[in-house]
């Protein structure tokens, strides 16, 4: 984000293929075909369907896949914001293709009744189990995608770790380990990424763990095995591939803010009326859709969830770059 060349806005020539190839089927045939039909196999290895991972996820009739229209597979996982593994759209599907993101261990920290180190899957386990939720993805660069994510509310996670009033923030972390990430052995960010929210916002029932995308295992580029997603927000507060889970009493700095606090803020709610200093926010390119520049399309504000979020900022002024 902070090196900018025309390359961001267009999409790489390794996902511009005729548009054809993606039309999306009726929802059930597409998973057949991309997703669950595959039961497990060129997955390398991941237990798609079997006792570990959750998988199949059940719709949650909230967030249908019909009520949005999910941006083709190939796009979701082939045009990707992971400095980890390269500052390029179309590098992190390349370079985290042989990364192995399991075992994987989730630390619970910080102001909290029941801190534990936990693995993934039994983590899932004591959480319920995965939901599915189609969500919109807005991007601070002006991009835009529907992702049919599967995991679950955040909320449930905190009320796993029983926050002590002092918990104000949630602080997460992504894994720090240069000798499989190439990209943290360049300077590009200050690593390890880190992103955080409020409590209120963390146990908002839109605040989400994704664990899977289009019914299967997410991508190691899309943020292997656990990332955040908070629709409301541009897509930089959705930390990948998270370690530590911390509760702490003050705001926590975020790696983009850290890198340009004049130009990425904390709360960073999608606000199609307030301009990021380089460029507008009032629209957004569709990834994926009118071709290899996108279609483009107004911005909404908290990117189309301002009803169920806005009572969460009375008292905040909007146009401020926070
Ligand atoms: N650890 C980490 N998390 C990250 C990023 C990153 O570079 N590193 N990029 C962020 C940005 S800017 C965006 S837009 C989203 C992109 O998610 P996607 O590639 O799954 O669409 O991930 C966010 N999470
Ligand atoms: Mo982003």
Redesign the pocket.
């Known amino acids: 984000?902070l090196i900018r060349t025309p390359k961001d806005w267009e999409l790489p020539e390794s996902v511009v293929t005729p548009e054809s190839a993606y039309e999306l089927r009726p929802r059930r045939d597409f998973l057949k075909t991309i997703g669950l039909g595959l039961a497990g196999a060129a997955l390398g290895g991941r237990d798609l369907l079997g006792a570990t991972g959750g998988f199949p996820s059940k719709e949650n009739p909230d967030y249908p896949a019909s009520a949005l229209k999910p941006t083709a597979y190939e796009y979701?996982?082939g045009?990707?914001?992971?400095?980890?593994f390269g500052t390029d759209k179309a590098e992190?599907r390349v370079a985290a293709g042989k990364w192995q993101p399991e075992p994987w261990t989730v630390e619970l920290a910080g102001l909290i009744r029941n801190p534990a180190k936990i693995d993934v899957n039994d983590l899932i386990k004591q959480v319920g189990g995965l939901e599915q939720r189609v969500y919109r993805?807005r991007?601070?660069?002006a991009w835009s995608?529907v992702?049919p994510w599967d995991g679950f509310q955040l909320s449930k996670l905190v009320a796993l770790a029983d926050p002590l009033p002092e918990a104000k923030f949630v602080k997460l972390t992504?894994l720090l380990d240069p000798k499989n990430m190439p990209?943290q052995r360049q300077r590009s960010?200050d690593w390890?990424?880190v992103?955080g929210l409020r409590l209120d916002e963390a146990n908002h029932e839109l605040a989400f763990i994704a664990t899977g995308i289009y019914g299967k295992p997410i991508p190691n580029?899309?943020?292997a095995p656990l990332?955040?997603v908070v629709p409301w927000k541009?897509?930089?507060?959705?930390?990948?591939?998270i370690v530590k889970i911390e509760f702490v009493a003050k705001q926590p700095m975020n790696?983009?803010r850290q890198m340009q606090a004049s130009e990425y803020g904390f709360l960073a709610n999608v606000n199609p009326n307030v301009d990021h200093p380089r460029w507008s926010q009032a629209s957004e390119r569709i990834i994926g859709a009118g071709g290899a520049f996108g279609a483009r399309q107004k911005t909404l504000m908290f990117n189309g969830y301002e009803k169920q979020v806005a009572a969460l900022y009375q008292g905040v002024d909007l146009r401020k770059f926070y």
């Open positions: 984000m979701i996982t045009y990707n914001n992971f400095y980890e992190p993805m991007c601070v660069e995608m992702i992504t990209g960010l390890p990424y992103e580029q899309n943020g990332r955040l541009y897509g930089f507060k959705g930390v990948k591939s790696t983009w």
